[in-house]
């Protein structure tokens, strides 16, 4: 890292993924669990304000993410760090494509309004596996992130 300013990418790259960890575990552990709670009539509210926010904000995010991970990768790229921002990269094209291609779909269905339960049930399973795949991907970006800032404080094996 040869510029103060690469490490200021660094931090709001960190910052961004920490977004995406945060977001998809407390769907993971807090909202996932209410899901057999939910009705046509009451899962409106509990569901599509949220994701339809969430959308309007990473979609905006996941740009910016992309830039500061090529930014990144531009940085370090005669150091073996490049990996780091790579595999950010690549998760974070991941997620998006699994978003798009798959989750999308299913946030659509329930926007446009569900009126019986065994569709409700049948597409908040699938909704929730592929979330439940996204958080994986969003993991390991933040992983990628943690290491990549744990090389920059530790570049030696830590010995007794």
């Known amino acids: ?5 690469f490490l200021l990418n ?5 910052l961004c993924v920490s977004m995406y960890l945060g977001t998809g575990w407390s769907l993971w552990l807090f909202s996932f669990p209410i899901a057999p709670q939910l009705t046509p009539d009451n899962y409106y509210n509990q569901f599509v304000p949220q994701v339809t926010a969430a959308t309007n904000f990473f979609r905006i995010q996941t740009m910016l993410m992309l ?3 090529g930014l990144m990768v531009v940085d370090e790229w005669r150091s ?3 990996w780091f921002p790579i595999g950010v990269l690549i998760g974070v094209m991941a997620a998006t494509a699994l978003t798009i291609l798959y989750i999308f779909p299913y946030n659509a269905s329930m926007a446009a309004g569900i009126q019986d339960q065994a569709t409700l049930d ?3 399973t699938k909704w ?3 979330n439940r795949i996204r958080v994986s991907l969003w993991t390991f970006q933040w992983l990628c992130m943690m290491a990549y800032f744990a090389v920059l404080v530790y570049p030696k094996p830590l010995t007794r």
């Not at 660094?10 to 960190?14: D, G, P, Q, R, T």
Request: glycine fraction near 0%.
């Open 1 to 5: 890292m040869k510029n103060p300013l």
């Open 10 to 14: 660094a931090c709001f790259l960190f």
């Open 67 to 69: 830039l500061s991970a």
């Open 80 to 82: 073996w760090r490049r």
């Open 122 to 124: 049948d597409v908040l």
């Open 128 to 130: 929730m596996r592929l």
